[in-house]
């Protein structure tokens, strides 16, 4: 029985991302006749597409391992070249919208800050983004940026037809964004990393989050209206991170009761190790049992219904929730398992 | 006799108290400090190796240099007391406005590896820090590490200041999730690098360059 059983699981789907990345010689990247490289996908209309990766999407040196950044690629095609390839970025994006909706997707994250280096610009692709795809599902969308300037653009650029978007995120260096929030009837993710420095432990978390939520309601804010995210860090570099996570989210759920959302980049959490998928599902359900109601996850790789169903007892189980709660640290255990092909 | 294969082996795979005993018995024996040195930058060389090919993880990476770390911790005063010291040093820090550090950590890590001194900034680093302990060290490196592309774009004004500081022929070093080796020319830095392991070998060939 967890804290929030019964609850539904507010899935942020993050996956709409310039930051994302699929290998060239994988098999989420196909080549043109010209040897280019060009992303297939299955439009609205169920038609089998083809989109070419703009040279600018494109990251490392040439060859099988290179990283084509896909969303970067659809949006930079959408945005520029001609009819045709604008079209195709534009229905790369809508079906992405559609396969995350259809995951189970609550919010749809847009995130555009690596598509260019210049503000205005990164304005422009928000604005842009956020028309393309907005009536592409009925699901509200979640604004994600680093800078104040892009959420606003977001929001502004929003017709709201599936609710007010979601602003991710305010944080203690990004308190105007709170304003954008009270002033628009928007939800607001909270992030507890530090004015000055990242929290470096569970009290820190929760201090910081309190500092917001209080920030927050000071502007009108609803409890309802907020979810904290208690800031998730790799394990693989420090193996309190998971532990210290999870121990915020228990404290924040006791003092505010079931009034407040609570959230995370959960998969954060895995990076640097491998099984991934395995780690996410096991910290997603760990989060869920601290009295998380939320997770800024990607629904299609970590589907909170499988989650649900995961067999608790089983050794993969133990051997993920002993890495990510510090009593396997560095995984020495779950690397070995891994490498004997025990994890599957 | 001191097995120095031995010593690179328990580097390699993280084994710290073997580490720190075959160095302690190796320094004993009155071995040339440099080539037990030489024994564990080999054995980090091949975690690196590793590390890129995917055979091995972030963790891993970490406690062969953590057992790295504390033999050297046995090696530092013979190497002291011999002069000898490490050919380059290098400043390193996340850019300012940025308090992400795992990556910059990470290189750090592996550029003490390869026996590179590393004077470590912390976050949330100026320009004119960069360009104060560069020259107070006496440094060949800059690293500058950013993991929002909101304070990336500051990293252009660390490599002006370095530039306008005539610091010699210092190398500017840049790496972050949204960096990539456009951005790294288009600010004029002289190595972009990927992940932590590369950057060893990104750090060697913009000093090759000289």
């Known amino acids: 029985m967890t804290a929030m059983a019964g609850r539904p699981f507010i899935v942020i789907g993050e996956n709409i991302h310039a930051t994302r990345v699929v290998l060239r010689g994988g098999s989420r990247v196909a080549a043109l006749p010209d040897g280019r490289p060009a992303l297939p996908f299955t439009d609205e209309a169920a038609v089998e597409r083809l989109l070419p990766v703009p040279d600018a999407a494109l990251d490392g040196p040439d060859g099988p391992k290179q990283r084509v950044k896909h969303v970067k690629a659809a ?13 195709l970025g534009r229905a790369y994006l809508r079906a992405m919208a559609r396969r995350q909706a259809a995951a189970g997707a609550s919010y749809l994250d847009l ?3 690596e598509v260019t280096t210049d503000v205005e610009a990164r304005i422009a692709a928000m604005r842009w983004l956020v028309a393309a795809i907005e009536d592409a599902t009925d699901v509200p969308l ?4 680093s800078s104040a300037a892009v959420l606003g653009a977001g929001l502004d650029a929003a017709s709201r037809r599936a609710g007010a978007p979601l602003l991710n995120s305010a944080a203690l260096d990004r308190l105007d964004v709170l304003d954008f929030a009270a002033g628009n009837g928007c939800g607001v993710v909270l992030s507890a ?3 000055g420095s990242m929290p470096a432990n569970a009290d820190e978390r929760v201090a910081n989050g309190r500092a917001l939520i209080d920030a927050a309601v000071a502007r009108g804010l609803d409890l309802a209206a907020l979810y904290v995210d208690s800031l998730v860090l790799p394990v693989a570099v420090d193996p309190e991170a998971g532990r210290s996570f999870l121990a915020a989210v228990r404290t924040l759920r006791a003092a505010f009761g079931a009034g407040l959302h609570l959230t995370g980049g959960l998969s954060n959490v895995s990076f640097g190790l491998p099984a991934r998928r395995l780690l996410n599902d096991v910290f997603i359900d760990l989060a869920i049992a601290a009295g998380a109601d939320s997770g800024i996850i990607d629904p299609l790789a970590n589907d909170p219904r499988r989650i649900a169903g995961l067999d608790r007892g089983s050794r993969a189980y133990r051997l993920a929730s002993d890495l990510l709660t510090g009593a396997d640290p560095y995984g020495g255990e779950f690397l070995v398992a891994f490498r004997a092909g025990e994890l599957a | 006799m001191a097995n120095l294969a ?22 004993d024996e009155g071995l040339d400090p440099r080539t037990i040195l030489a024994a564990m930058t080999a054995a980090m060389e091949v975690i690196g190796t590793r590390f890129q090919n995917q055979e091995i993880y972030v963790p891993e990476m970490l406690i062969s240099a953590r057992a790295m770390k504390e033999a050297t911790a046995v090696l530092e005063p013979v190497l002291v007391e011999a002069g000898i010291r490490p050919q380059h040093t290098a400043v390193i820090g996340t850019i300012k406005g940025d308090l992400h550090d795992i990556g910059k950590n990470l290189v750090a890590m592996m550029w003490k590896g390869a026996n590179i001194e590393v004077i470590d900034l912390g976050t949330n680093v100026s320009p004119e820090r960069f360009v104060e302990a560069a020259r107070e060290h006496g440094a060949h490196l800059v690293g500058i590490s950013a993991l929002l ?11 002006a200041a370095i530039r306008a500081a005539d610091l010699g022929g210092i190398k500017v070093i840049i790496g972050g999730a949204p960096v990539t ?29 000289g």
């Open chain 2, 181 to 209: 080796q456009d951005f790294a020319d288009q600010i004029g830095a002289d190595g972009y690098a990927p992940d932590a392991a590369s950057a060893v070998e990104v750090a060697r060939e913009a000093l090759r360059a």
């Open chain 1, 111 to 113: 995130n555009v800050d």
């Open chain 1, 75 to 87: 949006v930079i095609a959408g945005m520029g070249g001609d009819g045709a390839a604008a079209e």
């Open chain 1, 142 to 145: 979640a604004l994600d940026s």
């Open chain 2, 149 to 159: 592309t909101t304070t990336m774009v500051g990293m252009r004004d660390v490599v």
């Open chain 1, 193 to 195: 990393t530090g004015a």
């Open chain 2, 6 to 27: 031995a010593l690179k082996e328990a580097v390699e795979v993280g084994d710290r108290a073997s580490a720190v005993r075959i160095t302690r018995e190796a320094v």
